[in-house]
C-alpha cells in the first residue's frame, strides 16, 4: 500500500480509522487492493459479453442482457464510498486539481437538457462519473507503481484466459468475422489487441524500471504473443509507435551536453518519420497490412463529419448519438451500408456527444494531466517517472480509430483518471540522477 508522503498529509482525518479498529490494517489492504483489481477488471468488458451471446462481435446491434456485471459494479461502487469515508478529502484534493476531467462529467450530466434520449444520457453520466471517481481513488489510495502491477497482471490474466478460449473453445475465442485471428474473450479481435497493448505496456514499465523481477519478461512476452495473435493492425500499429515513445521519454530524461546532439537528431528522426507519413501512405499502409480507407474507417469518418456539423457546439448528448436506426445514426448507416457502434475514432465520438465546447474542456484535461506527467518524469522515480507520459501518449493514439475517449466502465478511461490523480497529489520524491 502507499506508505510514501504526500503533499495532502494535513488533509487526513485526526480521529483514528474506525475500520482499522474493527479490521486488522493487512486484512483491510487486501481488500481494498482486491476490490481495486475487481473494479479494473469490470472495466474491461471481457468474458461475460462474449459468454452470453458469442455472436455479438459480428452484429453490433445486438444487445445482451447481462445479469452479472451490474452486481459486481454495485458491490465496487460500495466499496468505493466506503473508501471516501476515509480518504474522501484527498480524493476531492485530487478531482479539484484535475478540474477539467471533473468539469467533463458534469457536462455530461448537463446534456440530458438536449439529449434526444435524457434518461439514457443521465443513467451514463453517471456511470461516467462513478467510473472517474473510482480512478480518482485508486489513484490516490495506491502508488502508481501498485497500480501499474494490477494492470500488468490483469493483462497477463485475461491473455491466458483468451489463449485458453481460441485454443479449447475456438467457437468463442477465435474472431468469426476474420479467419484464424483470435479475440479471446473479448467480443472482437481490436479489443483483445488492445488489452494486450495496454498490459504490455504495464510489464515493460516495471521491468524497464527495476520494479519487477528479470523472470517477468516472460509474462511480457506472453501478453505480447497474445496481442499478435488477434491480429489487430491497430494494437500492431500502436504498439510500434509505443516503442518509439519509450525511446523518446528515456532519451529526454537523460541530462548532460553530450545527450544534446543526440535528442536533436531523436526529434528529427520523428518529423522525417512524421513526413514520409504524410508524402508516402501507401508504404506506411503496406507496413502494417491496411488499406487507404483503414479497412472501412474512412467513410464512417466523413459520415460522422456530416453529422457533427449539425450540431457542432454542444453535440448530442452524451451517449445520446448511436441508437440505432432511430436516430440520427441512420445517417451513417445509409452512407456506409451498415450500422457501426460508434465512430471508430474517440475524437469523432467525443465531438457527437458533447461537441466544441466538450472537446475544449478535454484538451484542458489532457493539458494538466500532461503538466503533471512531465513533472512527474522529472521529479519521480521508478515506475511513477515514467508512467503517466507513457500511458497518455498511448490513451491519445488508440483513440484514433478506436473509440474509449470519455468512456463510462472503460479501462482506459479508469487508468487515465487514476494517473490524473496519483501524478497530481502524490508528493515529488528526489530522484537519482541518471548517468550522463
Not at 508522503?5 to 488533509?11: E, K
Not at 479449447?168 to 479467419?179: I, N, Q, V
Amino acid at each position: 500500500m502507499s506508505t510514501g508522503a504526500t503533499t495532502l498529509d494535513a488533509l487526513r482525518p485526526a480521529t483514528a480509522d474506525v475500520r482499522a479498529a474493527l479490521i486488522p490494517q493487512r486484512i483491510l489492504n487486501r481488500v481494498e487492493l482486491g476490490f481495486s483489481f475487481l473494479g479494473l477488471a469490470l472495466s474491461t468488458n471481457a468474458v461475460v459479453p462474449l459468454v452470453l451471446n458469442p455472436a455479438i462481435g459480428v452484429d453490433p446491434s445486438i444487445t445482451v442482457a447481462d445479469p452479472f456485471s451490474r452486481p459486481l459494479w454495485a458491490l465496487v461502487i460500495l466499496f468505493l464510498l466506503s473508501g471516501l469515508v476515509r480518504d474522501g478529502r484527498r480524493v476531492l484534493a485530487a478531482a479539484v486539481r484535475n478540474a477539467p476531467i471533473l468539469a467533463l462529467c458534469w457536462l455530461a450530466a448537463l446534456s440530458s437538457l438536449w439529449s434526444s434520449v435524457p434518461g439514457t444520457t443521465m443513467t451514463d453520466a453517471l456511470l461516467l462519473f462513478v467510473t472517474t471517481v473510482l480512478g480518482f481513488y485508486i489513484g490516490v489510495r495506491f502508488e502508481l507503481r501498485e497500480v501499474v502491477a494490477m494492470v500488468a497482471w490483469l493483462g497477463l490474466l485475461i491473455a491466458v484466459l483468451s489463449a485458453v478460449f481460441a485454443l479449447a473453445l475456438p467457437r468463442f475465442g477465435m474472431d468469426p468475422a476474420h479467419a484464424g485471428d483470435w479475440r479471446g474473450v473479448f467480443t472482437t479481435k481490436n479489443e483483445l489487441g488492445r488489452m494486450m497493448v495496454i498490459g504490455g505496456v504495464a510489464w515493460l514499465a516495471l521491468l524497464l524500471t527495476g520494479e519487477a523481477r528479470r523472470r517477468s519478461w516472460l509474462c511480457a512476452l506472453f501478453v505480447i504473443f497474445v496481442g499478435a495473435e488477434s491480429g489487430s493492425r491497430t494494437a500492431l500499429a500502436v504498439a510500434s509507435l509505443m516503442t518509439v515513445v519509450w525511446s523518446l521519454v528515456w532519451l529526454f530524461r537523460r541530462r548532460g551536453q553530450r545527450w544534446i546532439p543526440i535528442k536533436g537528431l531523436a526529434v528529427s528522426g520523428c518529423v522525417a518519420v512524421a513526413v514520409l507519413a504524410i508524402t508516402s501512405q501507401g508504404f506506411l499502409l503496406k507496413v502494417i497490412g491496411a488499406d487507404s480507407s483503414f479497412t472501412g474507417r474512412t467513410g464512417i469518418w466523413n459520415a460522422v463529419l456530416q453529422d457533427v456539423r449539425v450540431h457542432a457546439w454542444f453535440g448530442y448528448g452524451f451517449d445520446g448519438f448511436w441508437l440505432g436506426i432511430d436516430s440520427r445514426a441512420i445517417d451513417v448507416m445509409r452512407a456506409v451500408g451498415f450500422m457501426p457502434p460508434h465512430a471508430h475514432d474517440g475524437y469523432l465520438d467525443l465531438l457527437l456527444n458533447l461537441g466544441l465546447i466538450g472537446a475544449a474542456v478535454f484538451v484542458l484535461a489532457i493539458a494538466v494531466i500532461a503538466r503533471n506527467g512531465w513533472r512527474s518524469l522529472h521529479r519521480q522515480t521508478g515506475t511513477a517517472r515514467m508512467f503517466p507520459l507513457v500511458f497518455l501518449v498511448l490513451f491519445l493514439l488508440y483513440n484514433i480509430s478506436e473509440s474509449s475517449l470519455v468512456s463510462k466502465q472503460s479501462l482506459t478511461w479508469l487508468v487515465l483518471c487514476v494517473v490524473a490523480a496519483s501524478a497530481a497529489v502524490h508528493e515529488p520524491r528526489p530522484a537519482e540522477g541518471p548517468a550522463t
